[in-house]
């Protein structure tokens, strides 16, 4: 009997016994083209803990993956994990020690927590993104698996709670976390006022940062990708421009700040050559682990800054900051699906002609 299995039969046997009230569903990855809605008992919040009541989740390239091929970079599954770190709910109860916080009470998740110390180098003080142990929600980086927050209810580490601003849903709230990413990446150059910016990529990381540069009172800001479902979002979150790479048109030239967000090897030529001398690349889709051919000649003779952004440290706060102050992610929302109906969602949000962009599930009943 594989692990995976022996796990499954005996989270099958607990759930058997449970009243109906302490009962809840969670979107289950079993293993690779392997996902379910399973029964599963409802949690309770231990100390300095809160149960939180999901209401809205979306999806992220690496629950697809998990689906997909039952890893995720190099996290792989050794037993069913529940997927989802892009969530948001109210307060259904608080555990002890608990306080500053209400039943009720519309949040977010910072779905990230150190494990060991806290402590690092005084080069990198303060950026935990960059530290080499993080449990993430819905992730089988650690055995056991950190479960996400796909599913009707979860308890949660009172710290990692961010309470929503007046006037902000939770199905925004759910994009906070994808907005921090974009935040992150727009936060790794000083001063974007005024300036040119390309974003090549416009998927859901590469039209919130359009909107994340925008914020940030950059110039003009052109999107390009291949896939005009893809642009027309680019558009609606704030790009002047956009150019599809698909019908032939170029990239712009002599570009101030260019965001790489497609993590395709074969755009780092070109968008190398966009970035104007003594410009900004910044480097936020994630790039294969394994060796690309790339041209990287413009790097040193336009002596180009070629930085990464993962992840994020606290712009989750700036995310709801900006939602609150108006920043629309809405245009972002291209489907919504119940929980039931998980598979299906991961089927077209993994589909590169379905048109979709953010993918969202519905965690509790209307």
Known sequence: MSAVTGVRRMSDAVTENLAEEERMRAVVVHGPGDVRVDERARPVPGPGEVLLALEW??????????????????????????????VAGRIAALGPEVTGLGEGQPVTVHPAQLV?????????????????R????GSAAFDPHTDGGFSEYRAVRA?????????????????????????????RVPDLRGRSVLVNGAGPIGSLVVAAARHHGAGTVVAADLAASSLAVARAMGADEIRDLSRGDGLPQDVDIVFEASGAPAALGPVLRATARGGTLVQVGNL???PAPAVLGDLVTREITWIGSYRFVDEIDDALRALR???????????????ERAEEALALAADPHSGSSKVMLRLADA
């Open 57 to 86: 989740g979306g999806i992220c390239g690496s629950d697809i993956a998990y689906w997909k091929k039952g890893a995720s970079g190099t996290a792989s599954l050794t037993h069913p994990l529940v997927l989802g770190h892009e």
């Open 116 to 132: 060991g110390d806290g402590v690092l180098p005084e080069r990198i003080a303060g950026r935990t993104n960059l530290y080499p």
């Open 325 to 339: 102050d108006g920043l629309d992610v809405t245009p972002l929302i291209t489907h919504r699906f119940p929980l």
């Open 159 to 187: 710290d990692q709670i961010r309470p929503l601003p007046d006037g902000v849903g939770t199905e925004q709230g759910a994009l906070a976390e994808p907005l921090a990413v974009a935040l992150h990446a727009v936060g």
């Open 288 to 290: 294969p682990g394994t």
């Open 134 to 137: 993080v449990r993430y929600f």
